[in-house]
């Protein structure tokens, strides 16, 4: 399956309170073309989405926050990762769209495929985790449980390399920021 298929799908399992926050690159353009809007879309931020996930999932404890990353993003962000596994917060989930690459970027290879994912969560005590190649067979199964687990969760999704050819966001850092804020009433 393509990524962008993916998020496509995650569409039907998100609840109206649910905030997404999307790294940046084509996973944001994504989110924010086949998602509800407005979301967190990240931009110029590499490895962070994990970090803002989690503080948005500490901050809004009644509120499912969904985390999606490449696996260049997610690698990068490692600490963060550890700092989500730490806390554990069951509102956090953490969904890992991987092709290797930093596609974004020109498709420069990642250091994903030396990591063993399932040995590498259970090594971390996290209590759900899933890590397998993404199927259209599978998918709408995979994203229920991981959504609907009641304990942080990680999905990790072996993805194939493409690109839907979208338009950027066209708001600004600071408009993204005002218009989630104003959708959290704060």
């Not at 993916?6 to 399992?13: F, Y």
Request: contains cysteine; charged residues 20%.
């Amino acid at each position: 399956m393509k990524g962008y298929e993916v998020i496509s799908a995650l569409k039907s399992h998100l609840n109206e309170n649910d905030i997404v926050v999307s790294s940046n690159g084509n996973i944001s353009r994504e989110a924010y073309h086949f998602l509800p809007k407005p979301q967190v879309y990240l931009r110029g931020s590499m490895g962070l989405p994990v970090s803002v996930g989690l503080g948005l999932a500490l901050a809004s404890p009644d509120k499912k926050v969904i985390v999606i990353t490449g696996d260049g993003n997610f690698l990068m962000g490692l600490g963060s990762s550890i700092t989500a596994v730490f806390y554990k917060p069951k509102n956090l989930k953490i969904l890992i769209l991987d092709n290797n690459q930093y596609y974004t970027t020109g498709g420069q290879k990642t250091v994903s495929s030396v990591i063993n994912y399932s040995k590498f969560f259970n090594s971390l005590n996290i209590e759900f985790y899933c890590s397998k190649r993404a199927s259209q067979d599978h998918l709408d199964y995979d994203l229920t449980k991981f959504l609907n687990s009641d304990t942080f969760s990680i999905l990790h999704l072996i993805i194939k390399v493409s690109k839907k050819d979208l338009e950027n966001i066209p708001w600004h850092p600071e408009e993204i920021k005002e218009r989630f804020r104003i959708t959290l009433g704060s």
